[in-house]
């Protein structure tokens, strides 16, 4: 028993930095994010976003996703978006202003995405946003490089 405790101490620390390269995100029928803002630390080889559509929407009726783009990219690439329309996931295809992003997903749905945070760059400005029609405006929110 001692030793199990001693290792659990032990290991806590590794566990908690490990759950660090990670993240859950959700948006239900209200066009909003659970979250305002995502640290990305430097440290993580790969970073996961999972996302959650946890409303009872239709994806063609209020689908949504998240995507990561360079801040000064985002209104550009939700315009680009719009003219690719919902089997494009509203994002122009191959795009390289997305950094990565999520599928479009209806209510009920789930989906992750993993990126390397080396995409981005110290000093540089993030959000992550939905592309569907028009929800950009309102479903925004800023990711940040952390040491």
Known sequence: MRSYVLFSLLMAPALA????????VSAGD???FN???????K???????NFAHTGTASKAGMGHNWVL?????????????ME???????????????????PLLGGGEKASVKFNPSIMK????????????????MMRGTVKLVD
């Open 17 to 24: 930095f490990a759950n660090n390269c990670e993240v859950n």
């Open 30 to 32: 209200s066009m909003s």
């Open 35 to 41: 979250v305002r803002s995502i640290d990305v630390p």
């Open 43 to 49: 440290s993580c080889k790969e970073f996961t976003v």
């Open 69 to 81: 783009a360079k801040t000064s990219d985002v209104t550009d690439v939700a315009k680009a978006g």
């Open 84 to 102: 690719a329309g919902i089997d494009k996931n509203y994002l122009p295809e191959n795009d390289a202003r997305v950094l990565a992003f999520t």
């Open 122 to 137: 110290d000093g540089e400005a993030y959000s992550f946003f939905c592309s569907f029609a028009f929800h950009s405006f």
